[in-house]
């Protein structure tokens, strides 16, 4: 992963745990892909993919078909693999890197079913 992505992920780690989130894993593997975070929001799993872009990006340009099904079938695995019955929910957080050096977040909770 380049340093973009690093600082960004690290980024929405912080903006999900300052919403109230509890993160439970970071780039966690599903095959040869992976899940950039799981967190735990209230009653749901959340399964969040993140983009960091230095241009403005809305969130379905950067969620494809394959994409999302890619996310179920990683937490469905994730809930299996650990034991886990909460409901889940997916949700796109895109930061778009400012001049002024900080992020504009765009989080969509729920972004797809």
């Not at 799993?45 to 241009?55: A, D, P, Y």
Request: with cysteine; charged share 30%; aromatic share 12%.
């Amino acid at each position: 992963m380049n340093s973009l992505g690093v600082a960004g992920e690290d980024y929405a780690a912080q903006y999900l745990q300052r919403r109230g989130m509890q993160i439970l894993e970071r780039n966690w593997r599903f095959g040869h892909k992976e899940v950039d975070i799981i967190a735990r929001d209230g009653r749901f799993i959340v399964f969040v993919e993140v983009k960091t872009r230095n241009v403005a990006t809305s969130a379905n340009d950067v969620i494809t078909q394959s994409k999302m099904r890619f996310l179920v079938e990683a937490a469905e695995a994730y809930m299996m693999q650990r034991g886990r019955e909460e409901e889940i929910r997916f949700d796109v957080l895109v930061l778009t890197v400012c001049r002024s050096g900080g992020y504009f977040a765009d989080y969509i909770p729920e972004a797809f079913r």
